[in-house]
Each structure stands twice: as C-alpha cells, then as structure tokens.
C-alpha cells in the first residue's frame, strides 16, 4: 500500500493510492507512533481501498509521517560518499540524529536557515519502524519495519562541521527533513536492497546510484541500533546518502534560494523542493 497525508499544515489527513493513483480517504489514526504500527499496517491491508471516499481535490501533499518520536541517521553509508568527504568507510554504522522538528513534505519548500552558507542535498532511503525492536539480529530485523519513504536529509555544512559539537546541529533547522510523498508497506517494497536512488539540481543529475551500493544493509542497520537502544514504532531512520553531495564536488556547490530539488527512490514516489531564504 502507498499511504500519504494531504491538507494544509497542521491540518492533514491520512489516505491512501488507489490503483489509479487517485488519493482515498482513511478513517482511524493518523501515520504516527502506533498509526504505523505493524499491526495497524495489518488491519490497513485488509481495507478494501476502492470501497473508499474518493478525495477530489487533495491539495497539498505532506510528509507522509504526521511525526516521529526518534529521527535517526546514518552516516557515509555508501563508500563512495565516504571517499567524496575525505573520510575512511566506517568498521560500523555511523549514528547520529536529526530533530523531529525537520520534519516536512515532500513539496515543501526548504529554508536555509539564517547564517548558513553551505547548504546542502542528500537523498536517502528512509525506513520506518513498525514495533518495538531490541536486541534484535539481522535475519528478523526487516519484521520489525513498516514501510519504506523517500528522504531528503538536507544539511547545513557549516554548522555541521566548523561549528564544534555533534552533527545534529547542521541537520535540524526547520523543513530539513522532507519525507514522502508516500510511505510504502515494507510488503510491497520486497528487497530494500534493490531500489535506485537519485537526486537533480536544477534539472542536472547530481546523484544517481542503487541502495545496493551500501556498506550497512537495512537489515544490519535495524540490528545495530537495536544493540544500543529500544526503536519505537514511527521511529524514521535516513539510511545513508550515495555520493554526488554538494560538499564533494570540486569546488564545493551549495544551495542558494530559487534553487530546485527533485528527489527520488524507486517505487517510493518523487519529491520537489525549491529552495528560499530564511524571513
């Protein structure tokens, strides 16, 4: 299933694809926490979609996430994105975290943030838990996802790297985490291992591999971090950004205001952010 949330924001509304591509409305709670849990999943699944009120005119396209209680991130998961920061592939995944208050829709646009002067693109594939997961080993690890989203774990270099501390800071700012447009059921998805990725800037592909290429599989990665901590259902994790990044280029390329993103995962939908300045 491709589940999404339409509306205005502070004001979406869970739905559904039909198999004509058109929005359905959902009664029942809303994609978070426990609305994406596998068992909610479950009951989803045994909806029959087309029996469903067709929404004429959805509008506006949200994150697919109303919210999320842990936002997680993995570092220089590609080797190549490694290499293209001047960084060693890492003997384990490199955790870090992005505030739930980046969250935003796959259409939004995207501020960059006062003072920021080297902002920049990742697309991922994100993964969302579905039940509690702890201790948990890699053959049972992908039970415990939902479904999968395309992500844009947008990132001010700046802040990240010259300003001391953790890189939470250059990850955080306001509509730096556009998810969606849809959250795929892990069913539907198959291998997360298999899908192509790709980012254009301005109409010119930037980046452009599969999640083939990653050094930690979803699998492995879902088992890490239950080692360390309890995942929680609608707990969202970016799995890591193939290279193509503005930091990596020679010279480096930022953002700038005007500028237009187009992210994509396949089979999980297409995003479109264009880039303005902080009022």
Not at 77 to 83: C, E, P, Q, S
Not at 85 to 97: I, R, Y
Not at 99 to 115: E, F, W
Request: hydrophobic share 35%.
């Amino acid at each position: 299933m491709k589940l999404l949330r339409y509306g205005p924001v502070g004001y979406e509304k869970p739905g559904v694809l039909d198999s004509e591509g058109r929005v359905r409305a959902l009664a029942g709670p809303d994609f978070a926490g426990r609305g994406v849990s596998v068992e909610r999943i479950g009951e989803l699944r045994g909806i029959d979609v087309e029996s469903l009120p067709v929404v004429e005119t959805p509008g506006r396209i949200g994150s697919c996430l109303a919210s999320v209680p842990n936002f997680f991130c993995i570092g220089l998961n590609y080797a190549k994105h490694a290499a293209e920061s001047g960084m060693e592939p890492p003997k384990e995944p490199v955790l870090f975290s992005k505030a739930t208050s980046s969250l935003s829709g796959p259409y939004d646009p995207v501020v960059i943030p006062r003072g920021a002067t080297k902002t920049d693109w990742e697309v991922e594939l994100g993964v969302v838990i579905g039940r509690e997961a702890l201790y948990v080993s890699e053959a049972e690890a992908l039970d415990y996802v939902a479904g999968y989203c395309t992500l844009n774990d947008v990132s001010e270099r700046g802040f990240q790297m010259d300003r001391g501390g953790q890189w939470i800071k250059g990850k955080s700012a306001p509509t730096f985490g556009p998810a969606g447009p849809w959250l795929v059921t892990a069913d539907e998805v198959g291998d997360p291992q298999s899908l192509d990725l790709s980012l254009t800037l301005n109409g010119k592909v930037v980046q452009d591999s599969s999640t083939s290429d990653m050094i930690f599989s979803v699998a492995q990665i879902v088992s890490h971090l239950s080692q360390f901590l309890r995942l929680q259902p609608g707990d969202l994790i970016a799995t890591g950004t193939p290279s193509g990044v503005g930091l990596g280029m020679k010279p480096p390329v930022y953002l700038k205001p005007g500028d237009v993103m187009e992210v994509r995962v396949q089979g999980l939908g297409e995003q479109r952010q264009e880039t303005v300045a902080a009022a």
